[in-house]
């Protein structure tokens, strides 16, 4: 019988330990290792049992126990240290206040959701996971960040296998009051945000409140009793439901969050945000609700927009339209005005209008309309930055890729919580220190029969894990038959391991190994270098083509030469990986090159001594330096897909059997493996600190949040009248434009054989109709050119104006030829005014020919 509700229940804890209750309240001990083994003493064995959960643990465990400890005066002075040292982390200055620059006094950081612990599961992957490991790094900084998503009643999905291979669905329901969460209360009354629906009803949510750190995370709730069923459901499941379904989460995430922010400055005090950061186009929302707070006030619609886009960051995760979100214009069109009341619908219908949608007929883009509201915007690496200027390109026509106003933060992964107590050990015992991202790896700092020893004894532990993983999976999958001696002697754990494990669509091809079956099959058989692969990941509910991958693999897997060599453990989650990343000696990732944004496992494999096996795509692209792993070679110019595959799988085959396995297994009089330690080492050595999301989170605020913090206070100069006047300007330019043209480009001042050195005399009249040459910027662009075609390696110089007649302006410069070959140049017209954020911001340009 089940039962229709379940909750949590937790033990008296005794007056002497209520620090536990403390450091059970706060997050940082999914992070903080001498916290997570202060609850493992309470009792080893349930600590496993719950996940590493301290709110299940003192649920469970027995009330003779902890009366045990509450007399045991060491435990007793250990845990209130503990609450001490936590105390001093949450008050003490950190790196954000010993900085010399200005910043913000708040950030809203929106997330549709986050990986923060395994305890609090609120996210489906690598987008969540990195919300996590931004709130948590912002934390460690002394970041004033506030989170804000949205609390899913089910999370994700629990992932299953069926007999034949295919992927199922559950999803368990979460008890917020067993987790670590608290209501936002306003007195005793808990808060609740309302967005009004076009139907005449109210969808109200409460607001839980999680400490991460020094950081507070805001998450909206709908599953309360004012709320009729289907409005209850809305906050059912993480990406579930239908196009209106996930309207609603996204204009609650935005609309309910910045409304929900509201309700903390004024219950606890806290500063309203001076930047929001939109973590993809999810929160996008949040900006039109920003104006409509403006409007309010009186404000018109230009001068609004420009208060909050220039406090305002964009960062994006996908490197491919079919990634984002897309509702229909209609749609949308119904909502706005019930939702935002008093936002003029034509100007907000526009922001999420895709360039070529002429007539206004197609789909309302959300990244499109963040992009428009952000005046910061970030992909998260270098080639993905890359990418996304050439996918978003068409918001800013007439501009070269790199001019697009989208740079890009590379990912980080939270150290502390990803790196194995085993290397934090093997640290403290080497340098006396427990900070593995900065301490001196390297060939004569640490022992090599010792790294090789704590690497096999994390091996060790993904072997026993996945075995427990592979037989629970086996007894749920056949009910009360015996669990084989193969699944219980699964993997090896003196075997090289490769790991694989990532969310399962197609693009990241995860049956890219099996392209030779045949070849792949005498690798992981060979007998004197043996391979095996650990493989997890879960494929979104209505993408079947990705669970015929995962059934494809499972097939692979089954074959009676390879059980044990060849294992997928499903329900890949935080719990999973925290095991797996240590476990592995490589790392694999072979996606489609360039659509991997970042990928951020193999980062947390590289922090804990696993060498990368990966296409030169995402952060692998800017980090592979030959020797901390391999890369295998991308087959761009291949005819068709299955071309590509069959290409990248040989160079991958090729690589496992004639490089990575001799590395591994060729030993030297030690009995080590001197080339792996050596690669090991320099992978520590050289990637622990630029990995880690401290660097990550302080990247984004020096370029990212304090430029945006200083913008936002310029426009917002003179009680906004900075801010007014740049919409007027902006809206006189824009109008002005059509007219403004380059009449006539001459040059002199070279011989007819220029050479290295010369200087060229470039003039230009430039007819500006109604505006003034203080409106623009007058550039000669020169560059190498082949043939006529697009200049590269290009260069700008500012032309200086002169008098001119009837709108007309001569501008000249003299540019020096400081490069040999074949150049080329052009003159163009920009607009310009000291508060843009680029030179693109209008996307107007008027270019000579």
């Not at 903080?32 to 309470?42: N, T």
């Not at 010399?100 to 986050?114: L, Q, R, V």
């Not at 079947?544 to 044990?564: M, N, S, W, Y």
């Not at 030993?667 to 600190?689: K, Q």
Request: aromatic share 8%; with cysteine; glycine share 10%.
């Amino acid at each position: 019988m089940k039962p229709i509700r379940t909750f949590t229940v937790r033990a008296v804890v005794p007056e002497s330990l209520q620090a536990l209750e403390e450091l059970a309240a706060n997050l940082r001990w999914s992070w903080h290792l001498p916290v997570k083994r202060l609850f493992e003493r309470i009792d080893p064995a349930l600590w496993r049992e719950v996940g590493e959960d301290p709110i299940a643990l003192l649920g469970d465990v027995q009330p003779s126990r902890l009366a045990e400890l509450a007399a045991d005066g060491s435990f007793v002075a250990d845990a209130e240290a503990q609450r001490d040292e936590l105390r001093r982390y949450l008050g003490e200055p950190r790196w954000y206040q010993q900085r010399d620059e200005p910043g913000p006094a708040s950030i809203g950081y929106f997330s549709p959701e986050f990986g923060i612990a395994q305890a609090l599961p609120q996210y489906s992957g690598g987008l969540g996971i990195l919300a996590g490991d931004h709130l948590k790094a912002a934390s460690d900084l002394g970041l004033p960040l506030i989170g804000v998503g949205l609390f899913y009643k089910a999370g994700y999905f629990a992932q299953a296998i069926s007999r034949d291979g295919w992927q199922l669905e559950s999803y368990p329901v979460l008890d917020p009051d067993g987790l670590p969460l608290t209501v936002l209360r306003e007195g005793e009354t808990p808060v609740e945000i309302g967005l009004d629906l076009p139907d005449g009803r109210v969808l109200k949510a409460r607001v839980w409140q999680a400490a991460v750190g020094r950081v507070t995370l805001l998450l909206l709730d709908t599953d309360v009793p004012e709320n009729d069923d289907d409005l209850r459901a809305v906050t059912d499941r993480l990406y579930g439901g239908g196009g209106e379904h996930r309207l609603l989460q996204e204009l609650l995430l935005g609309v309910g969050g910045i409304r929900a922010l509201a309700a903390l400055a004024r219950v606890a005090g806290t500063p309203t945000p001076e930047v929001y950061h939109m973590n993809e186009g999810h929160a996008g929302f949040l900006g039109l609700e920003r104006i409509r707070r403006r409007l309010e006030q009186g404000i018109d619609w230009g001068t609004a927009l420009e208060l909050v886009r220039a406090g305002t960051v964009f960062t994006t995760h996908t490197p491919v339209p079919a990634g984002i979100d897309r509702f229909e214009r209609d749609l949308v069109a119904r909502y706005l005005p019930t939702v935002l009341p008093g936002i003029p619908a034509a100007q907000a219908l526009a922001l999420g209008t895709e360039p070529g949608d002429t007539d206004g007929t197609g789909a309302f883009n959300m990244a499109i309309m963040g992009l428009r509201l952000a005046g910061h915007a970030n992909g998260v690496a270098k080639l993905h930055g890359q990418v996304s200027r050439r996918m978003f390109g068409d918001l800013w026509p007439g501009f070269d890729p790199d001019e697009v106003p989208i740079t890009s933060v590379t990912n980080g992964v939270h150290g502390p919580s990803w790196i194995d107590p085993a290397m934090v050990d093997l640290a403290e015992r080497s340098f006396g220190s427990t900070d593995t991202e900065h301490v001196p790896w390297g060939e004569h700092n640490v022992n090599g029969g010792e790294l090789w020893s704590v690497k096999r004894a994390m091996r060790a532990n993904l072997v026993d894990d996945a075995r427990r993983r592979l037989a629970a999976s086996w007894a749920e999958q056949r009910p009360g038959s015996i669990v084989p001696d193969w699944v219980l002697n699964a993997l090896d754990p003196d075997v090289l391991t490769v790991g694989f494990a990532r969310r399962v669509p197609t693009y990241k091809r995860l049956t890219l190994m099996l392209e030779d079956p045949e070849r792949f099959e005498r690798i992981l058989t060979d007998p004197d270098r043996p391979v095996q692969f650990v493989i997890a990941g879960k494929s979104h509910p209505a993408d079947d083509a990705g669970k015929h991958l995962i059934q494809q693999l499972v097939k692979f897997t089954e074959k009676p030469e390879l059980r044990g060599k060849i294992v997928f453990l499903p329900d890949y989650d935080i719990g999973m990986a925290k095991v797996l990343y240590p476990g592995c000696d490589v790392w694999l990732n072979n996606p489609l090159r360039p659509l991997e944004a970042c990928g951020t496992s193999g980062m947390k494999a590289a922090m804990n001594g696993a060498l990368n096996l990966s296409i030169l795509d995402g952060w692998w692209a800017e980090f592979s330096d030959g020797e901390n792993g391999w890369a295998i070679p991308s087959a761009d110019a291949a005819g068709d897909g299955d071309e590509r595959d069959r290409i990248e799988a040989a160079a991958l085959y090729d690589l496992l059997e004639h490089r990575v396995a001799p590395a591994f297994y060729d030993r030297g009089a030690d009995g080590l493996p001197g080339e792996w330690l050596g690669m090991v080492r320099h992978t520590l050595a050289t990637l622990s600190a630029d990995l880690g999301a401290d660097r990550m989170v302080a990247e984004y605020t020096e370029r990212l949040y304090a430029p945006a913090a200083a913008q936002a206070d310029a426009v917002a100069a003179a009680d906004g009248g900075a801010a007014g006047e740049l919409a007027a300007w902006k809206a006189k330019v824009r109008a002005a434009w059509p007219a403004v043209h380059v009449v006539h480009v001459e040059s002199a001042g070279v011989a007819a054989v220029p050479y290295l050195g010369d200087t060229l005399h470039v003039g230009a009249i430039v007819d500006l109709g109604e505006l003034s040459p203080d409106d623009v910027r007058v550039e000669v662009v020169s560059g190498r050119t082949k043939g006529g075609a697009e200049l590269t390696d290009v260069s700008r110089q500012e032309l200086v104006a002169a008098p001119g007649d009837e709108g007309q302006y001569r501008y000249s410069a003299e540019v020096a030829l400081e490069r040999a070959g074949r150049i080329g140049y052009t003159v163009r017209v920009l607009p310009r005014h000291a508060l843009l954020t680029s030179s693109a911001e209008l996307g107007l340009v008027a270019v000579a020919g």
